[in-house]
């Protein structure tokens, strides 16, 4: 069975008592993320399951989750000029 996009969701789950957060998702990129996180500092990172919808549940440090301010137009531009006179050239996006 394969799951449509929709389906496909990520859960981010923590209260404010405990030190940890329970992360449930099939994000392909996300997995791999935490993943490597597991990988390199096992003490930070559980992988508690796996389902065979492709599904992964980790228990992580709850400090290792942030929610960031988007960046303004005017601090894009000017990343954007620093990396290209540094030669770094940008990714492609999928349109």
Request: one cysteine or more; charged letters at 35%; a positive charge.
């Amino acid at each position: 069975m394969k799951l449509t996009k929709a389906e496909k969701e990520t859960i981010i789950n923590f209260n404010e008592e405990e030190d940890f957060a329970d992360i449930y998702t099939s994000n392909s990129h996300l997995k791999n993320r935490l993943a490597e996180i597991y990988k390199d500092n096992p003490e930070s990172c559980q992988l508690e399951s796996k389902d065979v919808y492709g599904f992964v549940r980790y228990r992580i440090d709850k400090n290792l989750i942030s929610v960031r301010k988007p960046w303004s137009m005017e601090s894009r531009q000017k990343a954007k000029e620093r990396m290209l006179s540094a030669g770094v050239t940008p990714p492609r996006r999928n349109a």
